[in-house]
């Protein structure tokens, strides 16, 4: 027998929530299965049979076989409204690489941040950022843990840190294609299973905390063959400019409340403006020096993305925007 793990993208607005459903079957490979949409805004009553189409899978690090990335059909086995891969996959290929820096808090299950239970911590941030001792640092447990299942798992991170928050971390994911946004939502997905061992939840929000403290984002890196291989100056700063053209329906594509975070203070650009520069983290779009260094071969950061975003979304976004 076999146990297959699916886990899907349900139709709450403004941002999915996750969903997961364990089969049991001595099929050999992960089968279609229904679910029942009228429970994840994705039907009605009356129509409520939803499939879910198996798109990836992984290697389950925490409980049974595999771990199922699916797509959702509607019953008439048409991609669902809410089916953001589903486009996405029609317009990217593997030479486009992304790589998303994950961003989050880890908080209690009463919603207050890790190490923020008394209220407001007595030190500013920064002293935090790739801290070490229990004073500076909070959840490094639940973020190596979450290390060792996504490499267990397949799923490529590059890298952990504590950020400069205390409670807040980032990790690396390193993806090709479209298996770089299904990576993505399965390494969130392992993120909040993890967080259940350690009886603490995910905060995925841009701005959970207010006030002189940085929001948590989605910087995305990414690169296709040309920038690799062929680049020079005139096609990044292109690529900035065709970006810049299509500034604010980038923002519509890169998360909600992401105007609580890109304020122009704390490393972002304001949302109403569109910058870019070398070595910037204070612009919309980083070059980053180490393609300059490298004769304008490498890759492109861009910093607007939040930390709630659709990898979807942001993929559809970009590719669909430089290939135009």
């Known amino acids: 027998m076999k146990k297959y793990e699916y886990v899907w993208l349900d139709g709450y607005q403004p941002e999915p929530y996750l969903r997961s459903k364990v089969k049991v079957t001595t099929d050999r490979t992960p089968p279609e299965w229904s679910f029942d949409g009228s429970s994840t805004q994705q039907a009605d009553t009356e129509g409520s049979d939803c499939i879910l189409i198996p798109v990836q899978e992984y290697k389950n690090p925490l409980f049974g076989d595999s771990l199922v990335m699916c797509g959702v059909q509607t019953s008439a086995r048409e991609a669902h409204s809410t089916n953001m891969r589903h486009s996405a996959s029609e317009i990217v290929t593997d030479e486009w690489w992304f790589g ?10 009463d919603g207050s941040i890790l190490g923020w239970e008394e209220g407001i911590p007595e030190r500013a941030q920064g002293e935090y950022y790739c801290g070490v001792g229990a004073a500076n640092v909070k959840g490094r447990d639940v ?27 980032e990790y690396q994911c390193l993806g090709k294609g479209i298996k770089a946004g299904d990576d993505l939502w399965m ?6 299973k993890v967080g259940e061992e350690f009886d603490v939840c995910v905060n995925f929000h841009p701005k959970p905390q207010a006030g002189d403290w940085n929001g948590s984002g989605m910087h995305t890196n990414f690169s296709n063959e040309v920038m690799r291989s062929n680049g020079s100056e005139e096609l990044f700063t292109g690529f900035c400019e065709k970006l810049g053209e299509v500034h604010d329906q980038g923002i519509a594509s890169y ?25 910037d983290r204070g612009a919309s779009i980083r070059i980053p020096i180490y393609t300059v260094e490298h004769n304008w071969n490498g890759y492109l950061e861009d910093r607007r993305p939040a930390s709630n975003a659709d990898p979807y979304k942001i993929i559809s976004h970009i590719v669909g925007t430089l290939t135009s």
Do not use: M
């Not at 060792?148 to 409670?167: D, K, P, Q, R, S």
């Open 143 to 169: 973020s190596e843990a979450h290390l060792e299942a996504c490499l267990e798992a397949g799923i490529e991170l590059t890298g952990t840190n504590a950020e400069v928050a205390l409670g807040q971390w």
């Open 255 to 279: 998360g909600s409340d992401n105007d609580k975070r890109l304020t122009g203070l704390h490393e972002t650009q304001k949302i109403t403006e569109f910058s870019y520069g070398v070595s």
């Open 187 to 192: 390494s969130r997905y392992l993120l909040q």
């Open 100 to 109: 998303f820096e994950q961003e989050y808090f880890l908080t209690n299950p």
